[in-house]
Every structure is written in C-alpha cells, then in structure tokens.
C-alpha cells in the first residue's frame, strides 16, 4: 500500500499548532503580523499574495497589503521596503516574485530586514541555513521535511536526490537533507538540466524531491521499490476543464505511485505546506521580535 501524504491535512496540522503560539504573543499584547509587497500585474501572482492573506487572517495573523504598480521606478519599492522594516508593528516582508525586469531581485532581497526575511532569502539567512544555524528556514523545503516527518520517513542514512537547484526549492532543499540534525543526515545528490542519466541517479535514490518545472518529467521507470517520492512541481497544462488547464506535477503520479511507499499528490501535497510555513516563519519571527518565549 503506498502511503499518499495528504499535505492539506499536515497543513491544518501546522495551523492548529501555530494557534498557541499566537495566543501566547496576544496575551502579550503582539499582534503576528505580514506585509506583502506586489509589484506585478501577473494574475498567479496575484492570486498567490491573496491567498497568503486569507491564510493569514484564518490564524489570526494581522496581514498588511501593499500594491506598487508594475511600472513603477524601483526606488518606490525599496522605499516600500525600508518602511516596512523600519515598522515596530510588522514582524515578516514578504515581496512577490517575480520583480518586473527593471527591479533588481537581488537587491531587493538584500535590502529587506533579515530578521523581517520570513521567506527565508536574505544572503544572511541562506547563510545561516547552509551553517546550520537557521533563523527562518524556506517554506518549500521547510514543509517538505515536516510532511516527511510526519508521514514517518527518517531521513538518516538514506539516499535522497534532489532534482532542481534553485535558491527557493533545491538548494535549500539539498542543504537541510545534508545536515546534522533531524529531518537531514541524508546523502544528498542534486540534479539539474545538465545532469546526465538522471533516471540512474533516481533509481539509486531513497527519497526524491522533484522542483524542476518539467511536468511528468520523473516516471515509474526511474524509480525503485519503496521510494518515497515528494513531488513539488506545479505546472498548468491545458486541459478539458472549466478553467481551460489543469495542475499537474513534475512527477506521473500514476506509474510512481505503483513504486512508491509514499509520494505526495498535486495539488494538495506540497503546496498547502509551503503556505503553511510561512505562517510558521511569520508567528516565529513576532516571537523574536517582541521577545516573547513561544513555543513553536
Ligand atoms: P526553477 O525554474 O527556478 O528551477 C528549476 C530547476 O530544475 C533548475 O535547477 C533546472 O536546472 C532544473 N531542471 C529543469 N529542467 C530539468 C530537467 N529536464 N532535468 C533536470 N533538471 C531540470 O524552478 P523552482 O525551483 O522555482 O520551481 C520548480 C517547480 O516547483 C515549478 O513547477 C514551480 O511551480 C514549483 N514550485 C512549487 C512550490 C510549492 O509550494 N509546491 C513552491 C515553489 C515552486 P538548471 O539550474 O540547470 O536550469
């Protein structure tokens, strides 16, 4: 029996345990609270940063929407950025990406408060993380270690492979699977477009986390018996449906489900756990923030 790990019940998991932490900051007074920077007409872009609002709000995090026009110079956002972290109220930033073309992301991520970085982005942070020592780690690969958890998969010992280097998926990903410490102690291999013989590298693998953007790409035949398989890909494809697509994966779920002692379906795998986490990364930075000693 392959064991699907239903990451919108992890997710709700993660919630309800968060609801502590925030009565303990409210009883002192604190108010959790997210401001969300859009700089973008992109329609996902926009229903990403409504959602994370409307997550906000179901805890009892204190959400604070910012709009800039997609247009507009980029010193209006960094201008956007130093008020917000010089802000007492506002414990997390999170700006949207993409940036349009004329904003420099790397800039952006810089300038933004690392004690304020709830995405976990800042070069301060991605050191800190890579050092294991993290103050906020990334929400994608931050869910994926606490669906593994909870599903029951140690990852000690165990051949994990990685497909994807990106600085919000991947490489996070490959680092905490590497450290010493729970929920990492793996031997890790990462994969990316010029990896040669990716289905060897797959099929020697315990555990696979497919970020690469390639939708199907990764199918049974590249993997062994009792695989677990986290599959974070999130891609539309034209479809039969009402809205004209549909979401799949970077993974065929039917052929690696056949293989897998465990594999995460899209949507409602991963996707709810990276929400999740920021709401996690939100409540822990108010904590810091304020002083107060939650437990999270
Ligand atoms: P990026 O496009 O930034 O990175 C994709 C990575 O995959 C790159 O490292 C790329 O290699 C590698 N890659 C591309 N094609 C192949 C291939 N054929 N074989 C092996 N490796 C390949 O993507 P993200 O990391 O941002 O996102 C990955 C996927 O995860 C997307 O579908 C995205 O929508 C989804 N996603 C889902 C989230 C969730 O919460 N479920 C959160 C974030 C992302 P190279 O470096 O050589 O270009």
Do not use: W
Not at 85 to 108: S, T, Y
């Amino acid at each position: 029996m392959t064991d699907v790990i239903d990451g919108n019940a992890v997710a709700q998991g993660i919630r309800d345990d968060l609801r502590a932490s925030i009565d303990q900051l409210e009883a002192e007074d604190v108010t959790p609270t997210l401001a969300t920077v859009l700089m973008s007409d992109d329609p996902a872009s926009e229903t990403y940063v409504s959602m994370k609002q409307d997550d906000c709000e179901e805890v009892g995090i204190e959400a604070i929407d910012v709009e800039i026009d997609s247009d507009a110079p980029a010193e209006e956002l960094f201008e956007t950025i130093d008020e917000l972290n010089a802000d007492e109220n506002v414990d997390g930033i999170l700006v949207q990406m993409p940036v349009p073309e004329h904003v420099d992301k790397r800039a952006v991520l810089e300038v933004i408060d690392p004690e304020k970085d709830v995405d976990g982005f800042h070069p301060e942070n991605v050191g800190r993380l890579v050092a294991g020592n993290a103050r906020y780690k990334p929400c994608t690969p931050h869910g994926i270690q606490k669906l593994l958890a909870t599903a029951g998969v140690d990852t000690e010992g165990k051949d994990a492979v990685v497909v994807g280097r990106s600085d919000i998926v991947g490489k996070p990903m490959a680092n905490l699977f590497m450290q010493k410490a729970d929920g990492g102690n793996a031997t890790v291999t990462v994969c990316h477009s010029r990896t040669e013989n990716l289905a060897e590298k797959t099929r020697d693998a315990d555990i696979v986390v497919a970020a690469a953007g390639v939708p199907e790409m990764i199918d049974g035949s590249m993997l062994s018996e009792g695989v677990v398989v986290i599959d974070v890909g999130i891609n539309r494809v034209d479809a039969d449906t009402e809205k004209g697509y549909e979401l799949i994966g970077d993974v065929e779920y039917d052929s690696a489900k056949d293989k897998a002692s465990a594999i995460t379906p899209v949507p409602g795998g991963v996707g709810p756990m990276t929400r999740a986490m920021l709401l996690y990364n939100t409540v822990k930075a108010a904590g810091r923030q304020s002083g107060v000693d939650i437990e999270l």
